[in-house]
Protein backbone atom coordinates (compact mmCIF):
# COMPACT_ATOMS: atom_id res chain seq x y z
CA UNK A 1 0.00 0.00 0.00
CA UNK A 2 2.61 2.16 -0.88
CA UNK A 3 0.18 5.41 -1.65
CA UNK A 4 -1.45 4.79 1.92
CA UNK A 5 2.21 4.81 3.48
CA UNK A 6 3.08 7.98 2.20
CA UNK A 7 0.27 9.80 3.83
CA UNK A 8 0.87 11.99 6.65
CA UNK A 9 0.13 10.73 10.22
CA UNK A 10 -3.27 12.39 10.84
CA UNK A 11 -3.53 10.95 14.64
CA UNK A 12 -0.61 9.85 16.69
CA UNK A 13 -0.96 7.65 20.10
CA UNK A 14 1.89 7.74 22.27
CA UNK A 15 2.33 5.30 25.18
CA UNK A 16 -1.51 5.81 26.01
CA UNK A 17 -2.28 3.94 29.28
CA UNK A 18 -5.65 4.08 31.15
CA UNK A 19 -6.47 2.55 34.55
CA UNK A 20 -9.42 2.62 36.40
CA UNK A 21 -8.25 2.69 40.13
CA UNK A 22 -5.83 -0.56 40.43
CA UNK A 23 -7.24 -2.06 37.22
CA UNK A 24 -4.96 -1.44 34.21
CA UNK A 25 -7.01 -1.95 31.11
CA UNK A 26 -4.69 -0.10 28.23
CA UNK A 27 -1.21 -0.68 28.47
CA UNK A 28 1.48 1.93 26.80
CA UNK A 29 -0.37 1.53 23.47
CA UNK A 30 1.36 3.61 20.56
CA UNK A 31 0.51 4.16 17.28
CA UNK A 32 -0.50 6.43 14.18
CA UNK A 33 -3.03 6.70 11.69
CA UNK A 34 -2.49 8.66 8.55
CA UNK A 35 -5.05 10.98 7.13
CA UNK A 36 -7.83 9.48 5.41
CA UNK A 37 -6.94 6.46 6.63
CA UNK A 38 -9.69 3.64 7.58
CA UNK A 39 -8.70 1.54 10.69
CA UNK A 40 -10.41 -0.99 12.50
CA UNK A 41 -9.95 -2.46 15.64
CA UNK A 42 -10.01 -6.00 16.89
CA UNK A 43 -10.35 -8.02 19.97
CA UNK A 44 -11.76 -10.34 22.35
CA UNK A 45 -14.28 -9.54 24.28
CA UNK A 46 -14.03 -7.72 26.82
CA UNK A 47 -10.18 -6.50 26.21
CA UNK A 48 -11.53 -2.73 26.16
CA UNK A 49 -12.24 -1.69 23.27
CA UNK A 50 -15.04 0.97 24.18
CA UNK A 51 -12.82 2.33 26.34
CA UNK A 52 -10.27 2.74 24.04
CA UNK A 53 -12.30 4.53 21.75
CA UNK A 54 -14.19 6.55 24.77
CA UNK A 55 -10.33 7.46 26.13
CA UNK A 56 -9.35 8.69 21.96
CA UNK A 57 -12.51 10.77 21.97
CA UNK A 58 -11.77 12.46 25.28
CA UNK A 59 -15.17 11.63 26.39
CA UNK A 60 -12.82 9.72 29.69
CA UNK A 61 -9.41 11.05 31.00
CA UNK A 62 -6.14 9.33 30.15
CA UNK A 63 -4.10 8.29 32.58
CA UNK A 64 -0.94 8.47 31.01
CA UNK A 65 0.10 9.53 27.55
CA UNK A 66 -0.74 11.46 24.68
CA UNK A 67 -3.31 11.63 21.75
CA UNK A 68 -2.22 14.45 18.85
CA UNK A 69 -4.28 15.38 16.07
CA UNK A 70 -2.09 17.05 13.40
CA UNK A 71 0.70 17.53 16.20
CA UNK A 72 -1.52 19.05 18.65
CA UNK A 73 -2.67 17.48 21.93
CA UNK A 74 -6.47 16.04 21.22
CA UNK A 75 -9.49 18.51 21.84
CA UNK A 76 -12.79 18.26 21.62
CA UNK A 77 -13.22 22.38 21.77
CA UNK A 78 -10.41 22.56 18.89
CA UNK A 79 -10.67 19.75 16.97
CA UNK A 80 -13.87 18.03 15.32
CA UNK A 81 -13.97 14.08 16.59
CA UNK A 82 -16.90 12.60 15.62
CA UNK A 83 -18.32 9.17 17.68
CA UNK A 84 -20.95 7.01 16.33
CA UNK A 85 -22.28 4.87 18.92
CA UNK A 86 -23.75 1.07 18.70
CA UNK A 87 -26.85 2.15 19.49
CA UNK A 88 -28.97 5.02 16.67
CA UNK A 89 -28.77 8.62 18.77
CA UNK A 90 -31.56 10.26 16.79
CA UNK A 91 -33.39 13.56 18.32
CA UNK A 92 -36.73 11.92 18.00
CA UNK A 93 -38.45 15.39 18.20
CA UNK A 94 -35.93 16.51 15.29
CA UNK A 95 -36.66 15.60 11.07
CA UNK A 96 -33.94 13.46 9.50
CA UNK A 97 -32.79 16.58 7.73
CA UNK A 98 -32.34 18.45 10.88
CA UNK A 99 -30.78 15.38 12.91
CA UNK A 100 -27.98 15.41 10.39
CA UNK A 101 -27.71 18.82 10.05
CA UNK A 102 -27.11 19.30 14.06
CA UNK A 103 -22.99 18.86 14.45
CA UNK A 104 -23.13 21.93 11.64
CA UNK A 105 -25.16 24.15 13.15
CA UNK A 106 -23.32 23.71 16.36
CA UNK A 107 -20.21 24.19 14.83
CA UNK A 108 -21.87 27.30 13.86
CA UNK A 109 -21.06 26.74 9.92
CA UNK A 110 -23.01 29.18 7.54
CA UNK A 111 -26.69 27.80 6.41
CA UNK A 112 -25.48 27.98 2.47
CA UNK A 113 -22.60 25.59 3.90
CA UNK A 114 -24.90 22.86 5.58
CA UNK A 115 -27.22 22.49 3.01
CA UNK A 116 -24.75 22.25 0.50
CA UNK A 117 -23.40 19.85 2.35
CA UNK A 118 -26.40 18.15 3.67
CA UNK A 119 -27.89 17.81 -0.61
CA UNK A 120 -24.88 15.81 -0.80
CA UNK A 121 -24.68 13.62 1.66
CA UNK A 122 -28.39 12.82 2.11
CA UNK A 123 -28.42 11.48 -1.21
CA UNK A 124 -25.38 9.65 -1.11
CA UNK A 125 -26.94 7.87 1.72
CA UNK A 126 -30.13 7.72 0.29
CA UNK A 127 -31.81 9.93 2.78
CA UNK A 128 -33.13 12.53 0.42
CA UNK A 129 -36.76 11.35 -0.10
CA UNK A 130 -37.42 10.55 3.89
CA UNK A 131 -35.72 13.83 4.47
CA UNK A 132 -38.71 15.45 6.70
CA UNK A 133 -39.66 12.62 8.13
CA UNK A 134 -38.86 11.92 11.92
CA UNK A 135 -36.73 8.96 13.62
CA UNK A 136 -39.82 6.99 14.63
CA UNK A 137 -41.32 6.81 10.70
CA UNK A 138 -38.21 4.95 9.81
CA UNK A 139 -36.72 1.72 9.70
CA UNK A 140 -33.53 0.97 11.44
CA UNK A 141 -31.00 0.61 9.21
CA UNK A 142 -32.03 4.64 8.49
CA UNK A 143 -31.84 5.65 11.95
CA UNK A 144 -27.90 4.09 11.92
CA UNK A 145 -27.67 5.70 8.15
CA UNK A 146 -29.02 9.22 9.99
CA UNK A 147 -26.15 8.51 12.70
CA UNK A 148 -23.32 7.83 10.53
CA UNK A 149 -24.28 10.97 8.02
CA UNK A 150 -24.33 13.65 10.86
CA UNK A 151 -20.77 12.26 11.93
CA UNK A 152 -19.33 13.22 8.47
CA UNK A 153 -20.91 15.57 7.56
CA UNK A 154 -18.85 18.09 10.06
CA UNK A 155 -15.92 16.68 7.84
CA UNK A 156 -14.47 15.49 11.30
CA UNK A 157 -10.56 15.52 11.98
CA UNK A 158 -11.18 12.12 13.23
CA UNK A 159 -14.43 9.39 12.99
CA UNK A 160 -14.37 7.29 15.59
CA UNK A 161 -17.43 4.52 15.15
CA UNK A 162 -18.10 1.90 18.23
CA UNK A 163 -19.36 -1.49 16.34
CA UNK A 164 -22.38 1.09 14.58
CA UNK A 165 -24.05 -1.67 12.77
CA UNK A 166 -23.69 -4.82 15.56
CA UNK A 167 -27.56 -4.46 16.11
CA UNK A 168 -28.43 -5.13 12.61
CA UNK A 169 -29.22 -8.82 10.25
CA UNK A 170 -26.52 -9.67 8.27
CA UNK A 171 -28.12 -8.40 4.74
CA UNK A 172 -28.26 -4.71 6.38
CA UNK A 173 -25.18 -4.84 7.71
CA UNK A 174 -24.01 -5.96 4.18
CA UNK A 175 -25.65 -2.92 2.24
CA UNK A 176 -24.22 -0.51 5.56
CA UNK A 177 -20.82 -1.43 5.07
CA UNK A 178 -20.66 -0.38 1.17
CA UNK A 179 -22.46 2.82 2.12
CA UNK A 180 -19.69 3.52 4.94
CA UNK A 181 -17.01 2.68 2.55
CA UNK A 182 -18.71 5.16 -0.16
CA UNK A 183 -19.11 8.11 1.88
CA UNK A 184 -15.13 7.33 3.19
CA UNK A 185 -13.98 7.19 -0.33
CA UNK A 186 -15.40 10.31 -1.36
CA UNK A 187 -15.52 12.16 2.01
CA UNK A 188 -11.91 11.76 2.85
CA UNK A 189 -12.50 10.92 6.54
CA UNK A 190 -9.76 9.41 9.19
CA UNK A 191 -11.84 6.77 10.69
CA UNK A 192 -11.45 4.84 12.99
CA UNK A 193 -14.03 1.59 13.52
CA UNK A 194 -14.40 -1.01 16.58
CA UNK A 195 -15.92 -4.48 15.68
CA UNK A 196 -16.11 -7.58 16.72
CA UNK A 197 -16.96 -9.33 13.47
CA UNK A 198 -13.72 -9.59 11.50
CA UNK A 199 -15.25 -10.33 8.60
CA UNK A 200 -16.68 -6.95 8.19
CA UNK A 201 -13.04 -5.23 9.58
CA UNK A 202 -11.72 -6.89 6.55
CA UNK A 203 -14.66 -5.89 4.51
CA UNK A 204 -14.17 -2.15 4.83
CA UNK A 205 -10.32 -1.36 6.48
CA UNK A 206 -7.39 -0.59 5.12
CA UNK A 207 -5.62 -1.33 8.36
CA UNK A 208 -6.25 -3.53 11.28
CA UNK A 209 -5.02 -2.99 14.64
CA UNK A 210 -5.64 -6.66 16.95
CA UNK A 211 -5.64 -5.90 20.36
CA UNK A 212 -4.63 -8.47 22.96
CA UNK A 213 -6.91 -9.37 26.18
CA UNK A 214 -6.69 -6.88 29.46
CA UNK A 215 -4.03 -5.06 30.38
CA UNK A 216 -4.91 -4.31 26.35
CA UNK A 217 -1.90 -4.11 23.93
CA UNK A 218 -1.58 -3.98 20.05
CA UNK A 219 -0.79 -7.64 19.85
CA UNK A 220 -0.83 -7.18 15.66
CA UNK A 221 -1.23 -5.15 12.90
CA UNK A 222 -2.73 -6.36 9.61
CA UNK A 223 -2.46 -4.74 6.08
CA UNK A 224 -5.51 -5.63 4.03
CA UNK A 225 -4.62 -4.46 0.44
CA UNK A 226 -7.40 -5.75 -1.37
CA UNK A 227 -9.03 -3.95 -4.15
CA UNK A 228 -12.83 -2.36 -3.52
CA UNK A 229 -15.51 -3.63 -3.95
CA UNK A 230 -13.91 -7.12 -1.80
CA UNK A 231 -15.10 -10.30 -2.47
CA UNK A 232 -15.29 -12.64 0.56
CA UNK A 233 -14.94 -15.34 -1.53
CA UNK A 234 -11.63 -13.97 -2.48
CA UNK A 235 -8.56 -16.52 -1.47
CA UNK A 236 -6.82 -13.29 0.12
CA UNK A 237 -9.96 -12.02 1.92
CA UNK A 238 -10.14 -15.26 3.29
CA UNK A 239 -6.41 -15.45 4.17
CA UNK A 240 -6.33 -12.23 5.82
CA UNK A 241 -10.12 -13.23 7.70
CA UNK A 242 -8.46 -16.54 9.15
CA UNK A 243 -4.87 -14.97 9.77
CA UNK A 244 -6.88 -11.88 12.49
CA UNK A 245 -9.16 -14.75 13.62
CA UNK A 246 -6.00 -16.97 14.48
CA UNK A 247 -4.59 -13.92 16.15
CA UNK A 248 -7.50 -13.54 18.40
CA UNK A 249 -8.82 -16.71 19.08
CA UNK A 250 -5.01 -18.38 20.51
CA UNK A 251 -3.24 -16.54 23.05
Known sequence: MKEQDQRKAKIEVKHLTKRFGDLLVLDDISFDVAEGEFVAIVGPTGCGKTTFLNVLSRLAPISSGRILIDGEDADPKRHNISFVFQEPTCMPWSTVRDNVAFGMEIKGLPQGEIDRRLDRILEMVGLTQCADLYPNQVSASMLQRIAVSRAFAVDPDLLLMDEPYGQLDVK????????????????????????????????????????????????????????????????????????????????
Open 172 to 251: LRFYLEDELVNLWRNLKSTVVFITHNIEEAVYVAERILVLSPKPTTIKAEIKVDLPRPRDFMDPEFIRIRKQVTDLIRWW
